[in-house]
């Protein structure tokens, strides 16, 4: 069983869309260039049935078990999925080849296990390079000079692509405390794409709390989990 009504995954999903459509029409760009990620960890796989059956197509997941169980249940449906959380190396072959696109690109070490077991598997996995731009402590996630390292060392990896930038800003109740950061994380790609000839045009930005922010401020993906599925049940 879904863990609401059928109708209120529609109606959320136009809710979350509408928004999407005037923070693009704001910022004077076309809510087309924005992919909405709906992160469905901890909701079961009756619940993304229900949110596809919506007309939702791209789903994000932070947890590699539970990704792939769903996956798995539901490989009838034609989503893409996403995996949005925190990856160690030793689950790597778990998710290379595997996903869509993987955001939570932290370390060299990790980019190297993607590319060996994505290469084994005759497969290029597209990657996003998550960034701490707030330098939090508890949150994964590369300095700015790291992220400029790490895509240096992609460069002898054709097993990943690197597509663009991923970031989580501090968690605030206001959402315009997010907005610099969001503006910073864009700079940092425009910046990296000019230093090294490299074609970045993705960045995943912006969750339930700050989502219209990331989209006028550039936002091409945007991952928003409870404002779709209602709150997470621990
Ligand atoms: C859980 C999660 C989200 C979604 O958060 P909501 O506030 O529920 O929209 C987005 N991004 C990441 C990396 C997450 O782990």
Do not use: C
């Amino acid at each position: 069983m879904p863990d609401m009504e059928h109708g209120e995954y529609a109606s959320r999903l136009a809710g979350v869309r509408g928004r999407i459509e005037e923070a693009a029409k704001r910022s004077g760009r076309d809510a087309s260039e924005v992919v909405l990620v709906a992160v469905s960890k901890w909701h079961g796989a009756a619940s993304v049935r229900a949110l596809y059956e919506a007309g939702q197509r791209d789903f994000g997941e932070s947890y590699v078990q539970e990704a792939l169980a769903k996956a798995e249940e539901l490989s009838d449906l034609d989503a893409r999925w996403h995996f949005i959380g925190g990856l160690q190396t030793n689950k790597a072959k778990f998710v290379a080849g595997g996903f869509h696109l993987v955001h939570s690109l932290d370390s060299i070490k990790l980019a190297r296990a993607l590319h060996n077991r994505a290469e084994a598997a005759g497969a290029v996995q597209d990657v996003l390079l998550q960034v701490n731009l707030a330098g939090e402590e508890q949150k994964r996630g590369l300095a700015e000079d790291e992220a400029a390292r790490l895509l240096e060392a992609a460069g002898d990896l054709p097993g990943i692509r690197p597509r663009g930038l991923m970031t989580m800003p501090p968690f605030s109740e206001d959402p315009e405390a997010s907005r610099p950061l969001f503006a910073r994380l864009r700079k940092l790609r425009d910046g990296l794409e000019r230093k090294f000839g490299l074609d970045l045009p993705e960045l995943s930005m912006g969750m339930s709390g700050d989502f219209p922010q990331a989209v006028e401020e550039g936002a091409t993906l945007v991952r928003v989990g409870t404002d779709l599925f209602g709150p997470r049940e621990y």
